[in-house]
Structures are given as C-alpha cells and as structure tokens.
C-alpha cells in the first residue's frame, strides 16, 4: 500500500513563529504536493516539486516555503505563521505522468493532513 | 486558470434514497476525476474520466463525464451510511479542485 505519512496531524502554533510540516512518502513518486483546504474553498495547490530540489509555485504560495532535499520528503514551511494559515494542510505523492500515458500512474496520493492552528 | 464548481454544497439523505452530484468547468477539461474524503482522513481517488460521455461504474456509484468535457456527475444508487464524506472533483492537467459536495447519510 502506498503511505504518505505527515508528521502531526494537529499542530498549535503562535503568531511569528516558524512552522514545519514534514511529509514522507514511501512510494518513490518523483512527483509530490502541498495543499491546503479551507471550508467552501476545497484543495488549494501552495507549492509542488516533480524532482529533488526542484519546486514549482501553486496558485497560493505567499507566505510559504518548500523543501526538497530527498525523494521521499517535501517540507511545508511557513516562516512567520499567521493567523489567516490557519487550516487543514494536506500532502500528496504522484507519479511524474506525461499526458497520453497510461491514467492509471496519474494517482495523487493524499497524506491524512495536518490541521494548524495559528493563535 | 479553470474554475470547478461544485453542487450542491452539502446534501443530507437517508439511507437508501438516490442521489446525483454535480461538477461543472468554466472550460474543458482534458481529464477529471472524483475524489472521496471521510472525516478525519486524505481525499481517495474513486475514478479518472477521459472521455467526452464516458460512464463509469464503481459498485452503486455512476460517474459521468459530459459530452463537451465541461462537466461531470456522480450518481449513487441506493446511498448507504458508508458512503458519508466529501466528494471531490478535481481537474487533472492542473491539480485543481472543487470546493466538494459533503454528503451525508442517515440510517
């Protein structure tokens, strides 16, 4: 079965601190997300990384950071939380799927998501 | 940048009464799937759809990906307590998804 483990599924943090949010998959995906869901708002794409060290802005990447330095793990960073990242982060690990490829590798893979409060 | 909305929002059924779900685009899609997210836990893929008027079946779920490729539907038939969670639609060449459909079921 494929995993992806993210390492607290609650977090409480205060305003101005640094937050990471560690995510490991165990599937060797080259691809791998970072999203976060807000109530009305559904998955919002922060960053992605289709290779180590390579990353790719999503549609909401201010006030966030990435990390990856190996396959398996891609860090979520916020530098200086605020209380409007507050919410549900979920991570995911894909196959790097080109179009006309078989659908069946173009899978995200969700972690169970880690839910950040900022007070 | 490809708008998904989804409809109804939330939907409250007993158990055993049918329903449909709606996902609808702004522009087409090259591909679409559903998604399926229980409390607590990461969305699960249920299906990928391709083809403009595509069916698929997964068990008592119908999926149906609409002839122009601009939006899709999921019918349940006979809904079961089980299938309680948050319905997702999501477009697959840009990783976007919609807002969900919360369903749940009451036995």
């Known amino acids: 079965d494929v995993k992806v483990t993210q390492s607290s599924r609650y977090l409480v943090k205060r305003t101005g601190e640094k937050v990471f949010l560690e995510c490991v998959q165990d599937?060797?995906?080259?691809?791998m997300f970072w999203y976060r869901q807000d109530p009305g708002l559904g998955l919002r794409l922060i960053y992605f990384s289709y290779d180590v060290k390579m990353k790719e802005k999503g549609d909401i990447p201010e006030g966030y950071s990435v990390s990856r330095e190996k396959k398996e793990r891609f860090s979520l960073i916020l530098e200086s939380a605020s209380t409007n990242q507050t919410s549900m982060y979920l991570c995911a690990s894909s196959f790097n799927w080109v179009a006309g490829e078989n659908l069946a590798k173009n899978i995200q893979y969700f972690g169970a998501g880690t839910r950040l409060s900022v007070l | 940048t490809q708008l998904l909305e989804q409809s109804p929002q939330f939907l409250s059924i007993q158990e055993g009464e049918n329903l449909t779900v709606y996902c609808n685009s702004s522009?087409?899609?090259?591909?679409l799937q559903w998604y399926r997210q229980e409390p607590g836990e990461g969305p699960v893929l249920l299906v990928t759809v391709v083809t403009g008027g595509e069916v698929k079946k997964l068990k008592r779920l119908t999926f149906q990906f609409g002839d122009a490729r601009k939006d899709s539907s999921l019918h349940i038939t006979a809904a079961q307590p089980g299938d309680t969670g948050l319905y997702l639609c999501?477009?697959?060449?840009?990783?976007?998804f919609g807002a969900g459909t919360r369903l749940t079921v009451k036995p």
């Open positions: 522009s087409v899609f090259s591909s």
């Open positions: 999501a477009g697959v060449a840009d990783m976007r």
């Open positions: 599937m060797d995906h080259e691809n």
